[in-house]
């Protein structure tokens, strides 16, 4: 017997002046069986595989809990009051065979896409997972503000390159700050405006620069409220819930897999589902068949499978993390549960793109002992991949993971080195000075105050030498050192980048406690944050010994003698009867295809906030379009559209604004930030 949707597909309604339905693909029955048509969200289609193959908890007791053997937990979204769009990616919304102006003009699209309202097929539920906090084991942590929808099929016409990327051929989609689940530990399972307009910018701005990351399909505001004290201050407001729609072939991370942990011997704590070595096994399988599918076909012995897995993961993350070192991206609190188990680029909270270049910059204000730098997330990624292998134990030999971990760093170099000679335009050879080069341009940069994006992005606009009869080098040296010099801090600018965190007072204190009492030294700081403090004190005290035309002229000298090394460089790729312009127009393009023209700045994100918060959503559409070609000069779209301080709000829209802000001029996105930008704290 046909079934009823195959028998709709063949009605014809024939009387006159009624419109044939050829196809009622896209109709449904509403409750009183009248034939209504569905919108393309509705027409989604959901296959959940992880909850038919993970463990899933059935109780629907209310509050947060311990889950144990369970890698799921069903759970309901809170609705919003008034749910309303922000704005929607289009490119990340055609992952799911959405069309963005579809969605937009459907009435019902702000609720589906932020849980208010179920959509069909969706089976609502929260992951349960550990993670280690800032080096230490904080057991039972899970999606307390996210919330699984299920695994959308991708459409059929989907690129060979993005199913290669995603071999399940599903979309698993996530709202974050929907409502309270099992794992919401003291907080209400909500998100505020400007965290969720700042990782689902940072979402598509990653992905921009061509780094792996999930996305984010749209953002949605309400007129539901929560308190937030914004700076820890004492002083909370209320401010408008909103909610990400975040999407990724899995959101599984290396804290999935700590659910298993025995009990940590540092803080006690273990996973809710220690001693079941079979969820484990069974998540592991899980993983791999599904997103590794070639290694789980290549390997028949399992420890081999598992062994080759390993190695893939540590090999994406090494090539991550040398992708952000190069942009500049800092992400601020790389825990272990904030690591992709895919390699991707997962949880946008207190990130920064770096500005002036500092080797120790803290994007994330919580982070006081700064274990998350800049320059400490390679390191980091390690650490965390060794954390992984322990809970992969024992279907993951020590002996084998540690092989595997040997391979990291030289990984991580090679890509590392790889990228950096494309930024530098070095790619007719590969020498042994090339590691030299840019380490003593990075030392330059820091030493200078100069901009990480600009300076690189500038880099292009110096040329080979052409060996020709009139070429002045020292006037060409002359002229590119000028242009870096824009790109460099004043004498004010460092002398407040330079201001130490610590109170000279308690400096003093853990200098004495640190030769008379060690033990307890231990105990409240350590060498490397003292150490740090006073090397920013003689850095000081050297620029309040500096006149600006003293550091002008030493900047000039720096970059004076850089420039002449690179330019060195550059002959050897000339050598060879190469033709040196058309040399010179190959490394032009392969260097501003890798050194962005703009990058989503603390200050750019934040104009879009506030623009936000006062009823303007434009400005958030603006920087979208232009985070997505970040290489490119969009002329008309350099400028924020928005006036001085803000955009106008809408009548009975404007929220509360922080007191204090004063009014701005608007700068170009590709700008170094301007001054009040030193003002913005992300914690």
Wanted: net charge negative; glycine share 6%; with cysteine.
């Amino acid at each position: 017997m046909a079934s009823a949707g195959a028998r709709l597909t063949r009605l014809y309604i024939s009387c006159p002046g009624v419109i044939l339905l050829r196809s009622l693909s896209n109709a449904v029955m509403d409750d009183m069986g009248v034939i209504t048509s569905r919108s393309c969200i509705e027409r989604l289609q959901f296959e959940n595989v992880a909850l038919k193959q993970l463990p899933l908890d059935q109780s629907t007791e209310p509050g947060v809990r311990q889950v144990r053997g369970a890698c799921f937990s069903r759970v309901q979204p809170t609705p919003l009051k008034n749910p309303k769009f922000v704005s929607v990616s289009g490119p990340a919304l055609a992952l799911l065979g959405l069309d963005a102006d579809e969605v937009l003009k459907d009435p019902l699209g702000p609720e589906y896409l932020s849980g208010s309202k179920v959509l069909p097929g969706s089976e609502p539920a929260a992951h349960c997972y550990c993670g280690h906090q800032f080096g230490q084991f904080a057991g039972q942590l899970g999606d307390g503000a996210a919330c699984y929808l299920g695994e959308v099929k991708a459409p059929v016409d989907q690129s060979p390159e993005l199913l290669h990327e995603n071999p399940t051929g599903r979309w698993e989609i996530q709202v974050k700050g929907a409502g309270l689940t099992p794992y919401s530990r003291q907080a209400d399972g909500r998100k505020v405006l400007r965290s969720s307009i700042r990782e689902f910018l940072c979402s598509e701005a990653v992905f921009g620069l061509g780094v792996p990351t999930t996305r984010a399909g749209s953002v949605v505001t309400s007129d539901s409220r929560v308190m937030r004290d914004i700076f820890y201050n004492g002083n909370p407001r209320m401010e408008r819930c909103s909610v990400v729609l975040r999407i990724a072939p899995t959101f599984i991370r290396f804290g999935s897999f700590e659910i298993f942990k025995r009990a940590d011997e540092s803080t006690g704590r273990q996973g809710p589902s220690y001693g079941r070595d079979d969820i484990r096994t069974q998540l592991l399988d899980y993983v791999i068949v599904n997103f590794y599918p070639e290694i789980h076909q290549n390997h028949s012995d399992r420890i081999e499978r598992n062994t080759a897995f390993f190695r893939e993961v540590t090999l994406r993350t090494a090539r991550l993390v040398a992708q952000w070192q190069c942009v500049g991206f800092c992400h601020g609190v790389l825990n272990t549960d904030n690591m992709s188990i895919l390699g991707l680029t997962l949880d946008y909270g207190p990130f920064g793109f770096m500005d002036r270049f500092d080797p120790d910059f803290i994007c994330n204000a919580s982070d006081s002992s700064g274990r998350y730098t800049y320059q400490a997330q390679p390191a980091i990624c390690r650490w965390n991949l060794a954390r992984l292998a322990e809970a992969l134990q024992p279907d993951l030999p020590p002996d084998r993971a540690e092989q595997v971990l040997d391979e990291y760093l030289p990984l991580y170099n090679s890509f590392y080195l790889s990228n950096m000679r494309k930024k530098l335009g070095l790619l007719r050879k590969e020498e042994p000075e090339d590691e030299m080069l840019i380490t003593e341009l990075l030392q330059t940069m820091h030493n200078t105050g100069a901009d990480f994006t600009n300076t690189f992005r500038s880099l292009s606009q110096i040329s080979c030498p052409t060996q020709e009869a009139g070429e002045d080098e020292s006037e060409v040296i002359k002229q590119a050192a000028e242009m870096l010099l824009q790109q460099c801090a004043s004498l004010e600018e460092l002398k407040a980048a330079n201001k130490p965190s610590m109170d000279p007072r308690e400096l003093a204190m853990l200098l004495s406690m640190a030769q008379s009492n060690p033990a307890l030294f231990q105990m409240i700081s350590d060498r490397k944050t003292v150490a740090r403090q006073l090397e920013i004190l003689s850095r000081l005290k050297e620029l309040m010994d500096t006149t600006a035309e003293q550091l002008r002229a030493k900047q000039t000298e720096d970059w004076s003698c850089w420039i002449k090394k690179y330019r060195q460089r550059l002959a050897h790729e000339c050598e060879s009867g190469v033709d040196v312009k058309d040399l010179q127009k190959e490394r032009v393009c392969v260097m501003n295809n890798n050194n962005p023209h703009v990058v989503l700045r603390n200050y750019i994100a934040q104009n879009a906030i506030e623009a936000a918060e006062n009823g303007d959503f434009s400005e958030v559409q603006r920087v979208l379009k232009v985070l997505e070609k970040p290489f490119s000069v969009q002329e008309g779209q350099d400028q924020p559209g928005l006036e001085a301080g803000g955009g106008a709000a809408a009548p009975g829209e404007r929220d509360e604004t922080v007191e204090g802000v004063e009014a701005r001029v608007p700068v170009p996105y590709d700008s170094k930030p301007p001054i009040w930008a030193n003002e913005i704290c992300v914690t």
